[in-house]
């Protein structure tokens, strides 16, 4: 597939902070890229300096095979759709969209019929049909999102970065336009970079899913690779779906605070911390006396509390050594075990679920 953007050893530094340290990426033509990484990781800067916004002190941008580093950010012809969705609060619906038109660098469309023809267009494609000729301060949080994102489209842009673009709708909304923002990107062809701090988010809706450790590209895969063989502990641990325990290697097992667990094959070269992670939801509660098999991993933990979330629950449970693992068990698969307050139970799981990190 050719890649719309290609990004080789970037980097940018304020003072001794390395924001982006030595970024390679290739985003490919036609595809929903996600961008994942905690608060501060660098999401935000590394949008900027693609956009053309700040200049990264060193690496190479090529964006549709040429360079692109010191060519400012209206002659990229790369869209951009901020969180606050900066629309212009006198301007109708269609004026909004029109004045991306009609103002662009690159052949600016003077002709009102035109502009017409192209609003009406979009307004199409985004879902506003009827809406045109409202203030945007008439129009809802979802609307004033695809506003926000048809007046880019209508540029043409070959790649469009959207920066938290769910950030400021409700939860509700929120997911909607998960599915919405999906549909729009397919329809018109280009490639979306969508920067999320959302785990589910991001693995939600991304066809390739980017996770930014430190000014890092921590891992490059499809969503279901990220979420099945997180590459890192580092990784493992934003998704925010792994318990995970530092401890140490031995030959068979990995040596928690909170007991050995047995390893089936899982090898990790013992460069750094060793880490062992096992999803939320490949864990199950059990009576204290139910047998395991030797397959099995199986510790102890004190229930402390539940949380529904429609299709599962989490329950949590405080180890021997004082900290808290999560177990979810969706309510699709089996009944979940109704636990008793402080009651202990047996938390049990497959060795070869496991994954070893060092
Ligand atoms: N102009 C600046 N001067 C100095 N440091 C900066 C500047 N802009 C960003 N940083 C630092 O660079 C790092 C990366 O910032 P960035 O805004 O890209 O993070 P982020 O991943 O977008 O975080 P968030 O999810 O909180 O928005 C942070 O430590 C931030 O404090």
């Known amino acids: 597939m050719a890649a719309v953007l290609q990004l080789s050893q ?88 029109a004045f991306g038109l009609e103002n662009r660098e690159l052949n600016p469309i003077t002709d009102s019929a035109v502009v017409r023809a192209r609003v009406k267009d979009i307004v199409a494609l985004v879902g506003l049909t009827g809406l045109e000729d409202r203030g945007v301060a008439q129009i809802s949080g979802g609307q004033r999102q695809r506003v926000a994102l048809a007046r880019t489209l209508i540029t043409e842009p070959s790649l469009v970065l959207l920066d938290e673009p769910l950030g400021a709708l409700d939860a509700n909304l929120r997911t909607r336009m998960r599915a919405e923002l999906r549909a729009i990107r397919e329809r018109c062809g280009v490639t979306f970079l969508h920067v999320t701090g959302s785990e589910t988010e991001a693995l939600a809706m991304g066809d390739t899913v980017l996770v930014l450790d430190r000014g890092r590209i921590a891992q490059a895969d499809d969503a279901d690779t990220v979420y099945n063989r997180p590459r890192s502990a580092a990784v493992a641990r934003f998704l925010n779906c792994y318990n995970l325990f530092e401890g140490q290697l031995s030959k068979d097992d990995f040596i928690s605070p909170v007991g050995r667990f047995p390893l089936q094959g899982q090898k990790a070269d013992v460069r750094g911390q060793p880490a062992y992670a096992i999803r939320y939801d490949r864990i199950s509660v059990r009576p204290l006396a139910a047998p395991v098999t030797a397959e099995e991993v199986r510790i102890e933990g004190t229930f402390i509390a539940d949380e529904y979330s429609g299709a599962a629950i989490n329950s949590f449970f405080s180890l021997d050594d004082g900290r808290v693992i999560e177990v979810e068990s969706h309510l699709s698969q089996a009944a979940p075990q109704t636990c008793v307050p402080h009651g202990r139970y047996a938390l049990v799981w497959k060795r070869q679920n496991a994954l070893v990190y060092a």
């Open 10 to 97: 970037v980097t940018k530094a304020y003072g001794a902070l390395r924001a982006l340290d030595g970024i390679d990426i290739s985003l490919p033509d036609n595809a929903y890229i996600s961008l994942l990484g905690p608060s501060g990781s660098g999401k935000t800067i590394l949008l900027r300096v693609i956009a053309g916004f700040e200049a990264p002190d060193s690496g190479s941008i090529l964006f549709k095979g040429e360079r692109v580093e010191a060519v400012p950010p209206h002659r990229r012809n790369i869209g951009f759709v901020f969180q606050n969705f900066a629309l212009f609060p006198h301007l109708s619906v269609a004026g909004n969209i």
